[in-house]
T-cell receptor, first 118, second 117 residues
């Protein structure tokens, strides 16, 4: 069965520093997608970044990058130059299958609460 | 472009009462999802619609939960009767469709926070 594990319930980081949020996953599928979402106190889930299982390059989106280590089944999120507005819950999620045939069902981890300190 | 709209944002009811949540997805998005998010947990899928058809409702407790998406656009999730353990945030999300691109991310609404007393 698919499973996402986020072992860091909470993290602190100083403003302007980089932080890594850990995510490991378990699946027997060869084709899958990995997502990171941010959930501020307002409640909505904001999509940050996506990595496909066959993508050779690590995904990057602005200050967000995904450190994808397929053999270790890890997909850590790196936030560079942290800002106060980055304080939120961060969820790692997995979807089995890629385009065409994907169910688009997301399995989420339990999240990491990030607090950025001035 | 408007995002996913949900209402109400907050709802407080007594146990055994019925409650309904409404969701309007992003225009043009064929796929709609309802998720349940308990405190301190990630969202869990309750039901997924492709247009007006429920294609995955395996996690929906059908004895008390029901959902509909009659015209393939907005959707309603109902609980009748509500129990204390139903207190949670109910999130609605939408996406283009399963073959709509490699990432085809889901866009989420702000959620409805339900408190059952």
């Amino acid at each position: 069965a698919q499973k996402i594990t986020q072992t860091q319930p909470g993290m602190f980081v100083q403003e302007k520093e980089a932080v890594t949020l850990d995510c490991t996953y378990d699946t027997s599928d060869q084709s899958y997608g990995l997502f990171w979402y941010k959930q501020p106190s307002s409640g909505e889930m904001i999509f940050l970044i996506y990595q496909g299982s066959y993508d050779e390059q690590n995904a990057t989106e602005g200050r967000y990058s995904l450190n994808f280590q397929k053999a270790r089944k890890s997909a850590n999120l790196v936030i560079s130059a942290s800002q106060l507005g980055d304080s939120a819950m961060y969820f790692c999620a997995m979807r089995e299958g890629l385009r065409g045939g994907a169910t688009n069902k997301l399995i989420f981890g339990t999240g990491t609460l990030l607090a950025v300190q001035p | 472009e408007a995002g996913v709209v949900q209402s109400p944002r907050y709802k407080i009811i007594e146990k055994k009462q019925p409650v309904a949540f409404w969701c309007n997805p992003i225009s043009g998005h064929n796929t709609l999802y309802w998720y349940l998010q308990n405190l301190g947990q990630g969202p869990e899928l309750l039901i997924r619609y492709e247009n007006e058809e429920a294609v995955d409702d395996s996690q929906l407790p059908k004895d008390r939960f029901s959902a509909e998406r009659l015209k393939g656009v907005d959707s309603t999730l109902k609980i009748q009767p509500a129990e204390l353990g139903d207190s949670a945030v109910y999130l609605c999300a939408s996406s283009l469709d399963p073959s709509g691109g490699a990432d085809n991310e889901q866009f989420f609404g702000p959620g409805t926070r339900l408190t059952v007393l």
